[in-house]
């Protein structure tokens, strides 16, 4: 069923411009910077993000840590670790769920009513696109809780028409 007070939204962006009030990273377990979306994010948020995560002591896959947003616009960054695709069905999928559902509810904790998320692994650790889109918008329609505006952020026209036609036709939500 799809929660009618729940706007999601497909943008092709930067996610280090959006204000939002959390922006999630798709980090690696070391949770000290990357490529990518993660590269991106601690360029644009400054030093001082690095410094609050050397604090966290890394961060398993499937699981998410938060920190402050520091030089971004978005209040809070959610540090989430994707699955590495490894070719085949490795309990992939699950761990890609969860660092949707693990980043909702730490933003519910942060009081975030707005959040924004990359495609998590579909970059470096190759997860496909499309099962990867279909278990983000999935995760989150099952989730019920205080943030009402989820942002699905796309970094190229492939994943955003992915998205769209995805949440156009409506079944990764209901299945
Ligand atoms: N804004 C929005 N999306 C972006 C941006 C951006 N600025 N930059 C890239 N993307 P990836 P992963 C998209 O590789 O696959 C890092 O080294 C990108 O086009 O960033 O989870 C980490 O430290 C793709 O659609 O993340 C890890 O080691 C999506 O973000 C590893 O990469 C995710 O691609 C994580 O790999």
Same mark, same amino acid.
């Given at each position: 069923? &799809? %929660? ?46 690095? %410094? ?27 540090? *989430? ?5 490894? +070719?085949? %069905? ?26 924004? &998320?990359?495609?998590?692994?579909? +970059?470096?650790?190759? &997860? ?42 409506? *079944?990764?939500?209901?299945?």
């Amino acid at each position: 069923m &799809f %929660d009618s007070t729940l706007q999601i939204e497909v943008v092709e962006a930067d996610i280090t411009r959006l204000e939002v009030d959390v922006i999630v990273n798709a980090a690696n377990s070391s949770l000290l910077g990357g490529g990518g979306v993660d590269g991106a994010i601690h360029r644009a948020a400054g030093p001082e993000l690095l %410094d609050e995560c050397r604090r966290l002591g890394g961060c398993d896959a499937g699981d998410a840590k938060a920190t402050k947003g520091h030089r971004l616009p978005a209040k809070h960054v959610i540090h *989430t670790v994707g699955p590495i695709w490894r +070719g085949r %069905d490795k309990g992939e999928p699950e761990l890609l769920s969860s660092c949707y559902s693990r980043s909702l509810q730490l933003a519910e904790q942060l009081g975030a009513r707005s959040i924004a &998320f990359p495609a998590i692994s579909t +970059g470096i650790y190759g &997860f496909p696109k499309i099962p990867a889109a279909q278990i983000a918008i999935k995760t989150v329609h099952q989730h019920r809780g205080k943030v009402k505006r989820v942002l699905f952020v796309c970094f190229d026209r492939e994943t955003a028409e992915i998205y769209r036609s995805l949440l156009l036709d409506g *079944t990764a939500a209901n299945e």
